[in-house]
Structure formats: C-alpha cells, structure tokens
C-alpha cells in the first residue's frame, strides 16, 4: 500500500458514484498572530493498494512544528476488504476534519505513518504578522 497524494483543503467529499471531490487545495496560510488555530482544515490522503493489502492496517497522523516537536498526534485503523472482482488496483480516499494548532512562523509537516512507517509528508507553510498590503491605483478594482 503506497500514498498516491496528501494534501489540505478546504473541503472533500465522496459522490454517490465514489469519486473523491477536493475544494480548495492549500499549502500556505497567513496568520496575524500566535499561538492560533486553523480551524476546521482538511486532510486528504488517497492510499492506492493491492488485493494482498486487505486486512486492518493502523494509520498515525503526527502533526509538527517547524521547530521538530509534535504538536498532536492521532492514530486510527483503517479496515480494508478484500476489492471484489479481478481489480489489481484498490482506491481507498481518507478525509479527516482537523483543527491545526500553529505557534510559530515556519514550514509545518503532516506526517502519514502506516503500519509504523512514515509513508507521506505535507507541508504547510505558515506566514505571520500583518498581511502585505498593496496600495490600489486609482480606478482600479481591488478584490
């Protein structure tokens, strides 16, 4: 079993049909000071597998500042079936709603550990203080 992508987003759903919809893909966020917490983020892991990977696989997820200390980790099992039919390749989507907790200014990871073993990394890159400003000409539209 390999990740085939991590990443945030704002939002992710499976349709009726199984397809796994991403809104709002990020990798940087701005803060104007901390501690904060980003809330209400989404984590999308596709894991793509084989036949031989059924069976219950224990899935951690370790949260790290840019300094290297965990700022929160949870560990979940992920049950995977047999894929009927003659399917080489299984799909399996995760979408987990987190609160980010952010202390510092720097480049956080998202850590994708399976079956004890560091299988992803995404990067967060995390900017603070006041936003840049840019100063709008006359007559045009700022957004």
């Not at 992710?12 to 901390?34: I, M, P, R, T, Y």
């Not at 560091?118 to 006359?138: F, I, Y």
């Amino acid at each position: 079993m390999h990740v085939s992508f991590a990443l945030f987003a704002d939002a992710a759903n499976l349709s009726q049909e199984g397809k796994l919809n991403v809104l709002g893909v990020f990798d940087a966020v701005h803060v104007g000071q901390f501690p904060a917490l980003h809330p209400r983020a989404t984590f999308v892991v596709r894991l793509k597998g084989r036949p031989s990977d059924a069976g219950t696989h224990p899935m951690t997820l370790r949260w790290m500042n840019p300094r290297g200390n965990e700022l929160w980790s949870s560990t979940a099992e992920l049950a995977i079936a047999a894929n009927p039919g003659q399917t080489e390749d299984m799909d399996m989507p995760v979408i987990i709603q987190i609160d980010l907790p952010l202390d510092v200014v720097g480049n956080y990871s998202m850590y994708v550990e399976i079956d004890g073993v560091r299988t992803a990394e995404s990067v967060l890159h995390v900017r603070g203080g006041a936003p840049p400003t840019v100063p709008a000409a006359v007559g045009q539209m700022v957004s």
